[in-house]
């Protein structure tokens, strides 16, 4: 299995809601990431998580909020979004977050969140 | 300040006419290079590594090379189906982090 599999694919939230983002993957990295990607921009890193502990934060505001709950799963809590967070929201993992050959990311399908 | 340009932003090539894409880089410390495929709506698919120059990576009729400023993919006989936005990334001694460069959008006619 060398899938990373995102939940939901769609999400429209008003700017008083609170939703999460799933992320899953059984590859056995121990390394998961969050990216933003504008539309025709490339992916922006958010978060990174290196054996479940939070090790890259890149100053992104609070209204988002990573979980990583086990190796396999890995959570974006939003809450009082702005319209200008409306983004697709990639989920990736690696093996190691350092290590020659063990950083090739592996994405997900991402969610594509509108907030209204 | 690290950069990573890519060009050219788009691309429009008929079925079977080879060209290149180029990723030009100015990073302290690069460790690799990293070759990506994205469709629309979709989330990067790894294609090459790349970490020293002189290297070079083909598969299919994709062929990533690398000097010590920049890397070209090349397309040989490109079919619709290579048709997506070909971006490459950068890792240095900050780990975990990958720094994209903009893409170029290739569209392949059949």
């Known amino acids: 299995d060398t899938e990373v599999t995102q939940t939901p694919k769609h999400l429209v939230m008003g700017m008083t809601n609170k939703k999460s983002l799933k992320c899953e993957q059984h590859?056995?990295?121990?390394?998961m990431y969050w990216y933003k990607q504008k539309a025709k921009k490339p992916p922006e890193l958010m978060f990174v998580?290196?054996?479940?502990?939070?090790?890259i934060n890149e100053s992104v505001p609070s209204r988002f909020s990573p979980e990583c709950p086990n190796s396999s799963l890995l959570n974006l809590h939003l809450h009082a979004l702005q319209p200008e967070d409306s983004a697709l929201y990639l989920c990736?993992?690696?093996?190691?977050?350092?290590?020659?050959?063990?950083?090739?990311?592996?994405f997900g399908s991402g969610t594509q969140l509108s907030v209204l | 300040e690290d950069q990573v340009t890519q060009s050219p932003e788009a691309l429009r090539l008929q079925e079977g006419e080879s060209s290149s894409l180029n990723c030009s880089y100015t990073?302290?410390?690069?460790?690799?290079l990293f070759w990506y495929r994205q469709d629309p709506g979709k989330g990067p698919e790894f294609l090459f590594t790349?970490?020293?120059a002189g290297e070079e990576k083909e598969k299919e009729r994709l062929k990533a090379t690398l000097t010590k400023k920049e890397s070209f993919l090349h397309i040989t006989a490109p079919k619709p189906e290579d048709s997506a936005t070909y971006l490459c990334?950068?890792?240095?001694?900050?780990?975990?982090?990958?720094?994209f460069g903009a893409g170029t959008q290739v569209v392949v006619t059949p």
């Open positions: 990736a993992s690696s093996q190691e977050v350092r290590g020659r050959n063990n950083e090739k990311l592996f």
């Open positions: 590859m056995g990295h121990r390394a």
């Open positions: 998580y290196s054996y479940e502990k939070l090790s």
């Open positions: 990073v302290s410390g690069l460790r690799g």
């Open positions: 790349l970490y020293s």
């Open positions: 990334a950068v890792t240095t001694d900050s780990w975990g982090k990958f720094q």
